[in-house]
């Protein structure tokens, strides 16, 4: 966003920057998934009970759900020249500034359950 302009390529890159974070934390509930399993063959009684794994498959759909709306959102933006300035208030930076927000409450909600779970499983 250079002087005050709101250019489609700078939303094009922190789209990326997101899909890359969403997808190491889908990746990294998948890894807390198979170390339950692991725990509950090796340990059994230490596994995670079934709130926390219905806790963890919500969350797991909401980081789908949200990889999957910015996907949308890109290809929207596909048929726009990708240099063309728009302004603050353009339906497309509203959304972005809307999936900015969404995207940090679930960092932040992604960072406290995984550490609970780590605790948990004491991994």
């Given at each position: 966003m250079k002087n005050g302009d709101v250019n489609l390529v700078d939303l094009d890159f922190e789209y990326k920057l997101w899909k890359n974070r969403?997808?190491?934390?889908?990746?990294?509930?998948?890894i807390i998934k198979d170390r339950n399993r692991e725990?509950?063959?090796?340990?059994?009684g230490?596994?995670?009970?079934?709130?926390?794994?219905?806790v963890l498959e919500e969350?797991?759909?909401?980081?789908?759900?949200l990889l999957n709306r910015i996907?949308?959102?890109?290809?929207?933006?596909q048929f726009y020249n990708k240099d063309f300035p728009v302004t603050h208030v353009h339906e497309y930076v509203l959304e972005?500034?809307?999936?900015r927000e969404k995207m940090g409450r679930?960092?932040?909600l992604h960072t406290e359950r995984i550490d609970d779970l780590i605790d948990e499983l004491g991994i």
């Open positions: 969403l997808d190491c934390f889908v990746r990294e509930i998948k725990v509950s063959e090796t340990r059994p230490k596994e995670l009970n079934d709130v926390e794994i219905m969350h797991e759909s909401q980081l789908v759900q996907k949308v959102q890109e290809q929207e933006m972005h500034q809307k999936l679930l960092c932040s």
